[in-house]
T-cell receptor, first 112, second 112 residues
Framework: KAGVTQTPRYLIKTRGQQVTLSCSPI?????VSWYQQTPGQGLQFLFE???????NKGNFPGRFSGRQFSNSRSEMNVSTLELGDSALYLC???????????FGEGSRLTVL | DAKTTQPPSMDCAEGRAANLPCNHS???????VYWYRQIHSQGPQYIIH???NNETNEMASLIITEDRKSSTLILPHATLRDTAVYYC?????????????FGKGTTLSVSS
């Protein structure tokens, strides 16, 4: 079956703009979580959704937000982009909360 | 903060077994040990997980010490394609709202 799909794979934005990233989980998976990966900080947890509800949130400013739709697809939004937001954003899905995670290939964001 | 400690890098000759250690001295009784790996520019890939018994699947074996304070991931016959960053993570399997906390991982370099 199809894996986790993230779009877009690559994008370039300028400071002050906002960006929306999309994640389609594996069919049947109800939990979606998001991670930010940078060379300096490594993989950091952003948030986790289950049945359209945010269940957990990492230590990121309010500029980072997300949501999950009834079909389990998820989006994350970053407003007022800063240079430091340049990163690989990874989405992972699982059958249930705290289950085995399946990661997508990520969306690589570059902020100029 | 990550609850695990791993060596930053290891080398292995192709065809030999790669033994990757992980210390998790503060692991709780209901926390599992998970292993993921990340090949350059791809999303992390699940390898294996276990509670206290040794586990084996088609990719690797996981050996957990009796006191559960450390574990070893074994790739029995390493290939060049096993070159990746390997992450050891502890997490409760039914802890709703908890996230995977990734440390720095071990960069495994397999050479011919």
């Amino acid at each position: 079956k199809a894996g986790v799909t993230q779009t877009p794979r690559y994008l370039i934005k300028t400071r002050g703009q906002q960006v929306t990233l999309s994640c389609s989980p594996i069919s049947g998976h109800r939990s979606v979580s998001w991670y930010q990966q940078t060379p300096g900080q490594g993989l950091q947890f952003l948030f986790e959704y289950f049945s359209e509800t945010q269940r957990n949130k990492g230590n990121f400013p309010g500029r980072f937000s997300g949501r999950q739709f009834s079909n389990s697809r998820s989006e994350m939004n970053v407003s007022t982009l800063e240079l430091g937001d340049s990163a690989l954003y990874l989405c992972a899905s699982s059958l249930e909360l705290a289950g085995e995670l399946f990661f997508g290939e990520g969306s690589r964001l570059t902020v100029l | 903060d990550a609850k695990t400690t791993q060596p930053p890098s290891m080398d292995c000759a192709e065809g030999r077994a790669a033994n990757l250690p992980c210390n998790h001295s503060t692991i709780s009784g209901n926390e599992y040990v998970y292993w993921y790996r990340q090949i350059h520019s791809q999303g992390p890939q699940y390898i294996i997980h276990g509670l206290k018994n040794n586990e084996t699947n088609e990719m690797a074996s996981l050996i957990i010490t009796e006191d559960r304070k450390s574990s070893t991931l074994i790739l029995p016959h390493a290939t060049l394609r096993d070159t990746a960053v390997y992450y050891c993570i502890v997490r409760g399997e039914n802890q709703a709202g908890t996230a995977l906390i990734f440390g720095k991982g071990t960069t495994l370099s397999v050479s011919s």
